[in-house]
Nanobody, 127 residues
């Protein structure tokens, strides 16, 4: 079983930066796909960024169009931690941000394959 705990959320002004962390315990995420999702009030949960392992030495990341060029996902396998670096934040980025992980996987996962979820961290961006 894997436990994911997000941290780093807060209230910032538009244009500011924020770094989220997701600490995993229970099992290594080295071979898992990991991702950040977010859910704004009254809206469905949406994909933000994903990070997947395609070979022993290669990971790939992808992003939703709404955050591409502003957000960056990364991981530190030694620390079992996944990060989301958010720059140029906008009020529409306001949401609860969730970290998710799959069982070991080396292809693009479907939503249902994210077996583990954190409880989320609130990000509020004011104009």
């Amino acid at each position: 079983q894997v436990q994911l705990v997000e941290s780093g959320g807060g209230s910032v002004q538009a244009g500011d930066s924020l770094n989220l962390s997701c600490a995993a315990s229970g099992r290594t995420l080295t071979n898992s796909a990991v991702a950040w999702f977010r859910q704004a009030p009254g809206k469905e949960r949406e994909f933000v960024a994903g990070h997947r392992r395609f070979s022993p030495y290669r990971y790939e990341a992808d992003y939703s169009d709404s955050v591409k060029g502003r957000f960056a996902i990364s991981r530190d396998n030694a620390k079992s931690t996944v990060y989301l670096h958010m720059n140029s934040l906008k009020p529409e980025d306001t949401a609860v941000y969730y970290c998710a992980a799959t069982l070991p996987l080396t292809r693009t996962p479907t939503l249902s394959e994210y077996a583990y979820w954190g409880k989320g961290t609130q990000v509020t961006v004011s104009s």
